[in-house]
T-cell receptor, first 114, second 110 residues
């Protein structure tokens, strides 16, 4: 079945710096890709859902890149601020077959220092 | 807006104890899920369901039962809790490709 490797497991950056988290997946049929943010003691907050057809997706203060050739999904936080400190998870699901199951990466704990 | 409510928020039980975690969603989504979250593993799927009375096995089902009594309610049962089941449990519902997660139940088995 699908496997998702997420790296790095821990990341510490200074305020204003960029932060990059990368997920590598195995199933070439993966179609929907998700990034979630989990703040301490909280549930999962959806940052962005991207489709297989779109390679560059921009949000508020971040960009999600999808490289289907290399089966990689990345979250790029530009000009990180302390409010970005959290655990980030990627998740993927195919369009068919295991469509109804999300497979998660192991998570990245991001610390943004003032 | 879809809402998923989990209870209890926190639970402590002894080894061998019987625990039921509850999840209710208010938007009549067909699919509901139970995940456990552990450091280094992310979220792993325990059981899921596509409607009342239906149950599908996830990726880490051992030691867990689940029951979907209504469209809204999905329960996770640990009949003989073990310390290895100490974890943060999330419930989710899904419509199409949109998932809504609950706030989690933190379970400690001592």
């Amino acid at each position: 079945g699908e496997q998702v490797e997420q790296r790095p497991p821990h990341l510490s950056v200074r305020e204003g710096d960029s932060a990059v988290i990368i997920c590598t997946y195995t199933d070439p049929n993966s179609y929907y890709f998700f990034w979630y943010k989990q703040e301490p003691g909280a549930g999962l907050q959806l940052l962005m859902k991207v489709f297989s057809s779109t390679e560059i997706n921009e949000g508020q203060g971040f960009t999600v890149l999808l490289n289907k050739k290399d089966k990689q999904l990345s979250l790029n936080l530009t000009a990180a601020h302390p409010g970005d400190s959290a655990v980030y998870f990627c998740a993927v699901t195919p369009l068919s077959g295991s469509f109804n199951k999300l497979t998660f990466g192991a998570g990245t704990r991001l610390a943004v220092c003032p | 807006e879809a809402a998923v409510t989990q209870s209890p928020r926190n639970k402590v039980t002894v080894t061998g104890g019987n625990v039921t975690l509850s999840c209710r969603q208010t938007n009549s989504h067909n699919y509901m899920y139970w995940y456990r979250q552990d450091t280094g593993h992310g979220l792993r799927l325990i059981h899921y369901s596509y409607g009342a009375g239906n149950l599908q096995i996830g990726d880490v089902p051992d030691g867990y039962k689940a029951t979907r009594t209504t469209q809204e309610d999905f329960f996770l049962l640990l009949e003989l809790a073990s310390p290895s089941q100490t974890s943060l449990y999330f419930c989710a519902s899904k419509q199409g490709s949109d998932y809504t997660f609950g706030s989690g139940t933190r379970l400690l088995v001592i």
